[in-house]
């Protein structure tokens, strides 16, 4: 067999042989009708591995008939940069022809060497596509940014998984279609499962299983699915996915309702199943702000230092400080007025028209506005009233402090000094 990894031969070369992420090249979405229209701009593609960002950049530059140069920016500099540039300059000028940079892992590079494109995006020389698994507005400078359009990548549903893998099995071409290999429905569903979303993940733990595995007397590679859990290195899980959510449900319900047993046993029987105890420890950040809140805030911090503990002590050792938090959490005392609060500014912020800012406390105030002056709060001991929310929102109270744990104490300022 080709030494080339499967993924990367199956890499799709068309928009047609392209999986998943519908909601940028789908019919009639945007990126789709600007590469149709041979319109496609400097973009950055941002999501997590395996989900197909390096494919449609080839795909865009085979499909523009443009010339298609990569850099990695770990190993890649600023003259790497620029030779790339003098050469696309040339080959516009003489052949006519656009030249694609991709440049993968585009958050390292560093100011200078983003600035060192910055002129041959703005004047067209290049057409720049970053790929990256960070968010680009806080990962990258902002120039960089401001010129690119940016396409956030989902991981790939377990069908476009799936499809993949079997388009894999049956290729005599790029794929796997030569050989004579018997692989069940079980081991399948076990390598998308634990794939993911990434989709490279799964087409190479399909080809080391593939490779690894002898031909029985008859000639036969039969995958099965301890052969699949091997090779994606992975313990499957001893239940379905309708009992993993249900078990997951469980778990976060136990914690609403204060039941510290029944929320640490959900938790290692999730663990023994084979699930990700970071899946267990976001879940549980978010219900410390959605359940508990400002009744004991102590909650955010310990299921915070929890998740840290278990990507650095690793298992079993992670496992007893999300112990800790989980007990913590489940005991502490309860309230939701965190994310009533956060729905209710959110449904203003989402359906009040003029919000304008008021002049006091805009950056550089109007001089023609009010002549209300901003009251800095230290010159008044810390707290002085005055008016922050715009004029239709000004009597608008969104967080209500509940009558539990230390919340209950809570007396908010702007109620003191009516």
Not at 106 to 118: E, F, G
Not at 168 to 197: F, M, P, R, Y
Not at 396 to 415: A, C, T
Request: neutral net charge; aromatic residues 6%.
């Amino acid at each position: 067999m080709d030494n080339t990894p499967l993924a990367e031969r199956m890499r799709p070369k068309t928009l047609d042989d392209f999986y998943g992420q519908k909601h940028i090249v789908g019919e009639n979405m945007l990126l789709r009708r600007a590469i149709k229209m041979g319109q496609i701009g400097s973009c950055i593609f941002y999501g997590p591995p395996g989900t197909g960002k390096t494919t449609l950049a080839n795909i865009i530059a085979n499909t523009l008939n443009g010339n298609f140069r990569k850099l990695n920016a770990v190993s890649s500099g600023v003259s790497d940069a620029k030779e790339i540039i003098e050469e696309a300059r040339k080959n516009r000028a003489i052949y006519g022809k656009q030249t694609y940079l991709l440049l993968d892992e585009c958050h390292r590079w560093s100011k200078a060497q983003s600035d060192s494109v910055l002129s041959a995006i703005e004047d067209g020389s290049i057409i720049f596509i970053g790929s990256t698994t960070e968010n680009p507005f806080t990962s990258m400078t902002r120039a960089i940014v401001s010129r690119c359009r940016i396409f956030e990548f989902k991981p790939l549903s377990d069908e476009d998984v799936k499809k993949a893998m079997k388009r894999a099995l049956t290729d005599k071409e790029n794929g796997l279609g030569n050989l004579n290999i018997d692989i069940s429905d079980e081991a399948i569903n076990h390598l998308v499962w634990a794939s993911s979303g990434d989709v490279r993940m799964a087409l190479n733990s399909l080809e080391l299983a593939v490779k690894t595995t002898p031909p029985n007397e008859n000639g036969v590679i039969i995958i099965d699915k301890e052969v699949a859990e091997q090779s994606i290195q992975k313990k499957a899980l001893s239940i379905d996915e309708t009992q993993y959510y249900d078990l997951l449900s469980s778990f976060c319900k136990s914690i609403r309702g204060s039941d510290t047993d029944a929320a640490l046993y959900y938790s290692q029987r999730l663990i023994l199943a084979g699930c990700d105890p970071l899946i267990i420890a976001r879940r549980l950040i978010a219900h410390c702000s959605e359940d508990i809140g400002m009744a004991d805030s102590n909650a955010l911090l310990l299921a915070t230092s929890a998740m840290f503990a278990v990507q650095n002590l690793g298992l079993p050792e992670g496992l007893i400080p999300l112990s800790h938090a989980i007990i913590y959490a489940c005991e502490a005392e309860k309230s939701n007025s965190v994310i009533t609060a956060m729905n209710a500014a959110k449904a203003d912020a989402e359906n009040v028209k003029d919000d304008e800012v008021l002049n006091h406390l805009k950056n550089h105030p109007s001089i023609n506005g009010p002549k209300t002056q901003y009251k800095y709060p230290h010159d008044y001991g810390g707290y002085v009233k005055q008016q922050y929310l715009p004029n239709k929102l000004k009597d608008r109270i969104y967080y209500v402090p509940s009558k539990n744990g230390k919340e209950k104490n809570l007396v908010r300022k702007k109620f003191m000094f009516k």
